[in-house]
């Protein structure tokens, strides 16, 4: 009533912005604060006495020392990443060990001469901006330098726009690695003219993107590339961590090994990790039993910058969530077990949220929606359409709408459920099955799945749902 009074015409499924919450709150007489996961997350670790941005604030300009910059390699599809990722890491001049068969831990460091002095550089060993994008929507910042691949006889395509965008929207400076320069056709120049409209000026033309030419494929370029990393590095970025106090990163690659157990690749951001330090990464708690790094070689500690992969974790972390150690083995269990609680309170609330078949009379009942919304899915489409069509026939009251929001031949998947999710749907199978990432995902975000082999048990359950749903009248 009174979203109503001001005017907003929005029914109890429906979303709110913050502001129009804050509005509601004030009056009814509630003071209304918003409060994100991020923030929700720091009151939780204040509680244990830690301040993370505190801790950083207070550091002394004495104890921080220069660490090596965290790379990720974006681009179109096919344009080389990869490849780049691989000639990259074979050529490790000092890595002493050449040869050695490297292991895909998500991420691995490179050392390179610049300027007469070695220097490590982190590659995070995901091609792409999608998992760079999705730690960062949970608040975690991995990356310091982009390397946006180019091909050379291909030029911009969407996915470079994408990933320049998506990187500039981060502030995270570009270096352009043009590639395939080998190939009959290929035009850097074009390369570098094209990207001047997106605001990447290269250097011989005034700007200050570095853009370098290079040929995955040959191994060609590859030292000037990570020298551009280090300029780009040296230039505008203080990278600088404190390596003498107990470690905080993110976690950004975990899974479940057999024999091993959990074992997560972390990114230490500062401190230094050791091995029985106790840690907890989002929900995930345990004592570091054993380290090893890209070569699969044990390691004793890890300092900033360097990735990990660590063994002794309860369970497996999501990439993005972020760790840290703590001086005793009770506080990260405590932090990991308050976390799930949160968690599982907010998925709760999720799933209350979603409608039912059995529910849904009530919730009409109660004015609280106008429309069933139906996402059909079966094993032929003359199923389908029968299915509709008998639906579409159920005489129901005006103030009440059936509307089909999809249908489609085939099995339940997840893009069906994120359709459900977002329409507040159910879900209707004919003679399907979800596949096992839509169950779990069904299940996770409340929806309502049903499944029929028959025409008339799918249509009855449905009708008297509807019949039921007869809007009170004012
Ligand atoms: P991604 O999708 O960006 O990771 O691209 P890939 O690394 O998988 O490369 C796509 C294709 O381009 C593969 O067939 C590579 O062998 C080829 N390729 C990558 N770099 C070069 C290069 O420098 N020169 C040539 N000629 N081909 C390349």
């Given at each position: 009533t009174v979203l109503f009074q001001l005017g907003e015409m929005a029914t109890a499924t429906e979303s709110l912005d913050e502001s129009t919450f804050e509005i509601l709150g004030g009056e009814l007489g509630y003071k209304v604060q918003v409060v994100s996961?991020?923030?929700?997350?720091?009151?939780?670790?204040?509680?244990?006495?830690?301040?993370?941005?505190?801790?950083?604030?207070?550091?002394?300009?004495?104890?921080?020392?220069?660490?090596?910059?965290?790379?990720?390699?974006v681009g179109h599809v096919d344009h080389g990443k990869t490849k780049l990722l691989d000639a990259i890491r074979q050529t490790n001049v000092v890595a002493g060990e050449a040869g050695g068969i490297t292991q895909h831990i998500g991420a691995y460091q490179v050392w390179t001469e610049h300027d007469g002095i070695e220097r490590a550089i982190t590659f995070i060993d995901t091609p792409g901006?999608?998992?760079?994008?999705?730690m960062r929507a949970r608040g975690a910042q991995v990356s310091?330098?982009?390397i946006l691949v180019?091909?050379?006889?291909?030029?911009?395509?969407?996915?470079?726009?994408?990933?320049?965008?998506?990187?500039?929207?981060?502030?995270?400076?570009?270096?352009?690695?043009?590639?395939?320069?080998?190939?009959?056709?290929?035009?850097?120049a074009r390369v570098r003219q094209q990207l001047t409209e997106f605001g990447l000026v290269a250097e011989e033309f005034g700007g200050d993107t570095m853009f370098?030419?290079?040929?995955?494929?040959?191994?060609?370029?590859?030292?000037?590339?990570?020298?551009?990393?280090?300029?780009?590095?040296?230039?505008?970025?203080?990278?600088?961590?404190?390596?003498?106090?107990?470690?905080?990163?993110?976690?950004?690659?975990?899974?479940?090994d057999r024999g091993r157990g959990?074992?997560?690749?972390?990114?230490?951001?500062?401190?230094?990790?050791?091995?029985?330090?106790?840690?907890v990464a989002g929900t995930a708690y345990g004592r570091v039993r054993a380290m090893h790094d890209e070569n699969g070689d044990a390691v004793e500690e890890a300092q900033p910058s360097r990735p990990v992969q660590v063994q002794g974790l309860s369970t497996v972390p999501r990439a993005g969530d972020t760790f840290l150690v703590?001086?005793?083995?009770?506080?990260?269990?405590?932090?990991?077990?308050?976390?799930?609680?949160?968690?599982?309170?907010?998925?709760?609330?999720?799933?209350?949220?979603?409608?039912?078949?059995?529910?849904?009379?009530?919730?009409?009942?109660?004015?609280?929606?106008?429309?069933?919304?139906?996402?059909?899915?079966?094993?032929?489409?003359?199923?389908?359409e029968a299915l509709e069509e008998a639906l579409l026939k159920i005489e129901i009251d005006d103030s009440v709408q059936l509307r089909i929001l999809h249908r489609g031949v085939g099995a339940v998947t997840e893009s069906d459920i994120d359709l459900a999710t977002i329409d507040n749907a159910i879900v209707i199978g004919f003679n399907v099955r979800p596949d096992v990432k839509a169950r779990e995902r069904a299940q996770r975000e409340g929806i309502d799945v049903r499944f029929y082999s028959v025409i008339y048990a799918a249509l009855e359950d449905i009708e008297s749902s509807l019949k039921g749903m007869l809007k009170p009248e004012f």
């Open positions: 996961p991020e923030d929700e997350d720091k009151e939780l670790l204040e509680g244990f006495g830690l301040d993370l941005e505190q801790e950083l604030e207070d550091e002394d300009e004495s104890d921080l020392e220069i660490r090596p910059p965290v790379v990720t390699v901006h999608e998992a760079f994008t999705a310091d330098i982009a180019v091909a050379a006889d291909d030029g911009i395509m969407p996915q470079t726009v994408e990933a320049l965008n998506h990187m500039q929207a981060a502030n995270v400076p570009i270096v352009v690695a043009v590639n395939k320069v080998d190939k009959e056709g290929a035009n850097p370098v030419d290079v040929s995955a494929l040959q191994g060609k370029g590859i030292p000037e590339l990570l020298d551009a990393v280090l300029l780009t590095a040296d230039a505008g970025l203080d990278l600088r961590a404190n390596p003498n106090k107990d470690a905080r990163g993110i976690a950004i690659e975990a899974k479940l959990a074992v997560a690749t972390v990114l230490i951001q500062s401190g230094t990790l050791h091995v029985g330090d106790a840690i703590t001086e005793e083995d009770r506080t990260a269990r405590q932090i990991a077990e308050k976390r799930e609680a949160v968690e599982r309170n907010a998925q709760l609330a999720k799933a209350r949220k979603r409608i039912s078949l059995e529910d849904f009379t009530r919730a009409l009942e109660e004015g609280k929606v106008e429309s069933l919304n139906l996402i059909i899915k079966g094993d032929v489409s003359g199923a389908v």
